[in-house]
């Protein structure tokens, strides 16, 4: 695969993923993500989020290799 058709791919992945935000699909916040909350500080782990993402990301590339 060039380049350029990657770029290309990654850049419509990101418009898609852009626009399900703005259409109120709460990304990030999936059951089994950490946040901890103290006085002044908010940590936030995205355990379930990273491992979610990255299924995707290896089944795209997987799909686009053949």
Do not use: Q
């Amino acid at each position: 695969m060039s380049v350029g058709k990657a770029l290309a791919i990654i850049g419509l992945m990101v418009t898609a993923l852009g626009g399900l935000m703005m259409l109120g699909v709460p990304l990030g916040r999936l059951p089994g993500d950490l946040v901890f909350r103290r006085a002044n500080i908010t940590v936030y782990v995205p355990i379930v989020t990273s491992i979610a993402v990255s299924l995707l990301v290896t089944l795209f590339f997987a799909i686009m290799r053949r």
